[in-house]
T-cell receptor, first 120, second 111 residues
């Protein structure tokens, strides 16, 4: 079984619909992230969370919201999907190295398999 | 804002040729990570570099972190078909824990 699981893996929806992408992890990591991947643009950070009570905006948070229901679960919502939100979405987790709180750093990122979203 | 650019965007090589991708940041990085994403897959961590001028090797892969900590490179010696994929660098946005990914270099190896 995968350590970082995303559901659904594929979703086609229509403009204006509400969509939720879910992520769960069994790695016991505190930190969780949502990234979006578009061809030629690399991975862009949408939101990240360092523990259940901590939610932070990333580079491109407009049009998205998140919920950290538990240490192991981090969901991404599109309240009213639009076509330019068509992309491949990745959830990731990381541990916190002991020195990561002194200098800005995180351990390696462990990615889920991805959720491909198409908005028509 | 802070940007992390990678060149080239694409590279096609004959199997056995060497390959290098370069990562350049507009600001100094405290550290840099490298990831590989196979076609249809998800990014997988390769390595992290922390020290100025650091060089690390993993079999045929050599990673360097620039003296000014604003650039990095990944060099693959004698490429194989298993090296196919997109290679990303990633570094923390200055003063934050946000990891900014480079635009990636897609490598295709021709047998």
């Amino acid at each position: 079984d995968a350590d970082v699981t995303q559901t659904p893996r594929n979703r086609i929806t229509k403009t204006g619909k509400r969509i939720m992408l879910e992520c769960s992890q069994t790695k016991g990591h505190d930190r969780m992230y949502w990234y979006r991947q578009d061809p030629g643009l690399g991975l862009r950070l949408i939101y990240y969370s360092f523990d259940v009570k901590d939610i932070n905006k990333g580079e491109i948070s407009d049009g998205y919201s998140v919920s950290r229901q538990a240490q192991a679960k981090f969901s991404l919502s599109l309240e009213s999907a639009i076509p330019n939100q068509t992309a491949l979405y990745f959830c990731a987790t990381s541990d916190t190295p002991w020195w990561g709180r002194i200098i800005a750093n995180t351990g390696e990122l462990f990615f889920g398999e991805g959720s491909r979203l198409t908005v028509l | 804002g802070q940007q992390v650019m990678q060149i080239p965007q694409y590279q096609h090589v004959q199997e056995g040729e060497d390959f290098t991708t370069y990562c350049n940041s507009s600001t100094t990085l405290s550290n840099i990570q490298w990831y590989k994403q196979r076609p249809g897959g998800h990014p997988v961590f390769l390595i992290q570099l922390v020290k100025s001028g650091e060089v690390k090797k993993q079999k045929r892969l050599t990673f360097q972190f620039g003296e000014a900590k604003k650039n990095s490179s990944l060099h693959i010696t004698a490429t194989q078909t298993t090296d196919v994929g997109t290679y990303f660098c990633a570094g923390p946005k200055t003063g934050t824990y946000k990891y900014i990914f480079g635009t990636g270099t897609r490598l295709k190896v021709l047998a």
